[in-house]
């Protein structure tokens, strides 16, 4: 069962990684093959950056909450 969470949490961050990497090439301007240009290059990768680290953080927030560790910071009121 952790391998399983474990490749749910790598996928995520390796999409993260990717796009840290996009963010630095554009600022030096080497465009990816995929790209048209560089700013199309900069927004996928504040994009992925984004999208990775959030559900990373999810992940992280929902089991915290679920074993009660939150303290009642992050606790939504009925």
Same mark, same amino acid.
């Given at each position: 069962?952790?391998?399983?969470?474990? @490749?749910? @949490? @790598?996928?995520?961050?390796?999409?993260?990684?990717?796009?840290?990497?996009?963010?630095?090439?554009?600022?030096?301007?080497?465009?990816?093959?995929?790209?048209?240009?560089?700013?199309?290059?900069?927004?996928?990768?504040?994009?992925?950056?984004?999208?990775?680290?959030?559900?990373?953080?999810?992940?992280?927030?929902?089991?915290?909450?679920?074993?009660?560790?939150?303290?009642?910071?992050?606790?939504?009121?009925?």
């Amino acid at each position: 069962m952790r391998i399983i969470a474990f @490749l749910v @949490l @790598l996928i995520p961050g390796i999409l993260s990684v990717y796009g840290i990497k996009l963010i630095r090439d554009s600022f030096f301007g080497i465009v990816e093959s995929i790209f048209i240009n560089v700013f199309v290059q900069l927004f996928a990768g504040i994009l992925f950056v984004i999208v990775g680290i959030g559900f990373v953080g999810g992940y992280l927030l929902h089991r915290d909450r679920k074993k009660n560790k939150t303290k009642g910071h992050f606790e939504t009121k009925k």
